[in-house]
C-alpha cells in the first residue's frame, strides 16, 4: 500500500508525499512557535502586575497616616495639647427660654476693681467645694406616692421625666460665710425611674445677677466621677449640696481665686444636659 500507482513514474509520486509531509510540519512548528511566544508574554505582563497590586493595597494605608510634621508632639517646643472644654457652653445651649446667653468672661476682670475682693493664693481644696448627696430633712418634701412598677424593674429616665431645680439655704448671706447651694433632681412623671446621677453629670453655677459673668461651678476644682445610678420615686427629690468658699474659679481650678463682693448674684444646676431657672440670693457686706 505504500508504494506509488499511477501513470507517471514512482518519484513524482514519492516526491509530491515528502512535500506534503515537509508542508504539514513546519505548519506545526509555526503553531507550537506562536502558542509558546504567547504564554510567554503573559508571564511576564502577570510578573509586572503582581508587585504592582501589593503596592495598590499598602499605599492607601501611608496616605492615610498624616506626615510627622502635622501632628504636634508634647515632645516639640512650644506645643500644647488642648486642655478640656470649657463647662459654660452647656448653659450656653440650654438655658432656659427668656434667660440671656451669657458668655464667658474672665471673672476677675469686672472683680479686681473693688477693694473688697482681694485675690486669695492658696492651693484649692477639690473637696471642700464637691457636690455630694444631702440627706438632710425637707419639711415641704410630699410623701412619696406609691407607683406601679413594671415587672421587669424601673424603666431609665429620659429627660422629659426629670425636674431640676437650684435652691441657695439662706437668700441672704456675709462675705466671709460658706453658702449652702443645693441641686435638687425631681422623677416629674407617674412611674419609677432609674438614671445615672455621677458626679461628673452635675454641676452648680454661680453667676452675676444678670446672667453675664460665669463666677464660679463645682466642676470646676472637683475630680470626683463616677457610676451612681438611681432609682427615682415620682415625686420625691433627690438632694445634692455643696459649701462653696464664696470665691471665683475656673475650668482647671486655677490656684488664683478672687473672693466675690457683696451684691445680687443667681445659681444654676443641671444634670446632664436638663438646666434649672435661675435662683437669685444676695451676699451682704461682712
Known amino acids: 500500500m505504500w508504494e506509488p500507482v499511477g501513470p507517471l513514474p514512482a518519484s513524482v509520486y514519492w516526491r509530491r508525499r515528502w512535500v506534503a509531509i515537509a508542508s504539514t510540519a513546519t505548519v506545526l512548528v509555526m503553531l507550537v512557535w506562536s502558542v509558546a511566544g504567547a504564554f510567554a508574554r503573559s508571564g511576564d505582563e502577570s510578573s509586572s502586575v503582581r508587585p504592582a497590586s501589593h503596592a495598590a493595597l499598602s499605599a492607601p494605608q501611608q496616605a492615610s497616616s498624616p506626615p510627622a510634621a502635622a501632628s504636634p508632639t508634647p515632645s516639640q517646643p512650644g506645643v500644647t495639647e488642648p486642655g478640656p472644654p470649657p463647662l459654660q457652653p452647656v448653659f450656653e445651649l440650654l438655658a432656659p427660654p427668656g434667660v440671656p446667653i451669657p458668655p464667658q468672661v474672665a471673672p476677675s476682670t469686672a472683680l479686681a476693681a ?3 475682693v482681694p485675690p486669695i493664693s ?13 440627706e438632710s430633712p425637707r419639711p415641704s418634701a410630699p410623701a412619696p406616692t406609691p407607683a406601679q412598677v413594671p415587672s421587669t424593674g424601673p424603666v431609665p429616665c ?3 421625666m426629670l425636674g431640676v431645680a437650684a435652691e441657695v439655704e439662706r437668700p441672704e448671706h456675709r462675705v ?6 443645693r441641686l435638687v433632681v425631681t422623677n416629674i412623671s407617674d412611674q419609677p425611674c432609674v438614671r445615672d446621677l455621677d458626679a461628673a453629670r452635675q454641676e452648680v453655677v454661680v453667676w452675676s445677677a444678670d446672667l453675664v459673668q460665669r463666677l464660679w461651678s463645682s466642676n470646676d476644682c472637683s475630680t470626683a466621677a463616677g457610676p451612681a445610678l438611681r432609682t427615682l420615686v415620682p415625686g420625691q427629690p ?5 459649701r462653696w468658699a464664696g470665691r471665683t474659679s475656673a475650668p482647671g481650678c486655677p490656684v488664683d481665686r478672687t473672693v466675690v463682693p457683696a451684691g445680687s448674684y443667681q445659681v444654676m444646676t443641671r444634670v446632664d444636659d436638663v438646666v434649672s431657672a435661675p435662683t437669685p440670693f444676695q451676699r451682704l457686706p461682712s
Do not use: K
Open 158 to 160: 429620659t429627660n422629659p
Open 238 to 242: 433627690v438632694v445634692y449640696s455643696v
Open 114 to 116: 473693688s477693694p473688697e
Open 122 to 134: 492658696e492651693a484649692p481644696d477639690a473637696t471642700a467645694e464637691q457636690l455630694l448627696p444631702d
Open 176 to 181: 466671709g460665710e460658706r453658702a449652702l447651694l
